[in-house]
């Protein structure tokens, strides 16, 4: 059985020209200073759409990561430290 196309031309899983957006994954590391607790992503994500992961750990949304208001950055009630990982997977809002 052949593989019809995996990954749409953003490198995200869901297709192209959907309402629904694409799904992306950013390496936030980046951001880490030891003082830092929101972390910018590179588009804006649909609300609820967002998977955050501390040092390889699903957080859950909520309990010490949050979704900021304009839904273009997870904020932490903790500053990750050098030498953490903060990676997040989300879908792209359209709009």
């Given at each position: 059985m052949a593989i019809k196309r995996v990954?749409?031309?953003?490198?995200g899983t869901l297709p192209d020209g959907t309402s629904s957006g694409s799904e992306i994954t950013e390496d936030l590391t980046n951001q880490i200073n030891g003082q830092n607790t929101t972390f910018n992503t590179?588009?804006?994500y649909v609300t609820g759409k967002i998977r955050?992961?501390?040092n390889g750990v699903r957080q859950i949304i909520g309990d010490e990561v949050h979704e900021n208001a304009q839904r273009n950055a997870v904020v932490f009630d903790f500053a990750p430290l050098s030498g953490d990982k903060v990676l997040?997977?989300?879908?792209?809002?359209?709009?």
């Open positions: 990954f749409n031309d953003e490198g590179a588009n804006n955050v992961y501390y997040v997977d989300y879908e792209k809002s359209t709009s």
